[in-house]
T-cell receptor
Framework: NAGVTQTPKFQVLKTGQSMTLQCAQDMNHNSMYWYRQDPGMGLRLIYYSASEGTTDKGEVPNGYNVSRLNKREFSLRLESAAPSQTSVYFC????????????FGSGTRLTVV | AQSVTQLGSHVSVSEGALVLLRCNYSSSVPPYLFWYVQYPNQGLQLLLKYTSAATLVKGINGFEAEFKKSETSFHLTKPSAHMSDAAEYFCAVSGGSNYKLTFGKGTLLTVNP
């Protein structure tokens, strides 16, 4: 019972480098989400995918792109990393229904220098 | 639109004392409300959720929360704090389209021996 798996767990990038954060869930959930967590800011939604084949912007989408590869996988890409993107990134998924709540991955800690 | 306000970014209690973490919400539709807990360097774990079935909701680890519509509140309580309760707690609201969760900024709970 893996739930939501995120890779990598840690990453250090130089300014301007690109990378993709991977997320996969094995619960047959329809909806998937990417959040970033910064001290004192709580979790802020970057992008989400309500169902396979759809993606939409959240609260803080600038500097990011996403791909819903299939029902299981939802990746987050930083095309040109900036120090302001230093954060902890969480992927989450839920069955389609507002009362289910989310299942979260364990996070990716990204540092951009 | 929805929002969550958690009163107090840091709460400190003695072991065995009452834990009270405050959450007020704003929602233009009937809300679903959640409390999540995050232990250091881990992802978020669902503590409990309100989905309109009962106003007093019991969760894991002895926590409970009461939905008060007139006060737009969903405060989290535990009668007797344990050292293992030390963590960050997030209140979240859902109810809009695509089941997006909006999180509060979090409350760090410290338990003193």
């Amino acid at each position: 019972n893996a739930g939501v798996t995120q890779t990598p767990k840690f990453q250090v990038l130089k300014t301007g480098q690109s990378m993709t954060l991977q997320c996969a869930q094995d619960m047959n959930h329809n909806s998937m989400y990417w959040y970033r967590q910064d001290p004192g800011m709580g979790l802020r939604l970057i992008y989400y995918s309500a169902s396979e084949g759809t993606t939409d912007k959240g609260e803080v989408p600038n500097g990011y792109n996403v791909s819903r590869l299939n029902k299981r996988e939802f990746s987050l890409r930083l095309e040109s990393a900036a120090p302001s993107q230093t954060s902890v990134y969480f992927c989450a998924s839920t069955q389609q229904g507002a009362n289910y709540g989310y299942t979260f991955g364990s996070g990716t800690r990204l540092t951009v220098v | 639109a929805q929002s969550v306000t958690q009163l107090g970014s840091h709460v400190s209690v003695s072991e065995g004392a009452l834990v009270l973490l405050r959450c007020n919400y704003s929602s233009s539709v009937p809300p679903y409300l959640f409390w999540y807990v995050q232990y250091p360097n881990q992802g978020l774990q669902l503590l409990l959720k309100y989905t309109s079935a009962a106003t007093l909701v019991k969760g894991i680890n002895g926590f409970e929360a009461e939905f008060k519509k007139s006060e737009t509140s969903f405060h989290l309580t535990k009668p007797s704090a344990h050292m293992s309760d030390a963590a960050e707690y997030f209140c979240a609201v859902s109810g809009g389209s695509n089941y997006k969760l909006t999180f509060g900024k979090g409350t760090l709970l410290t338990v003193n021996p």
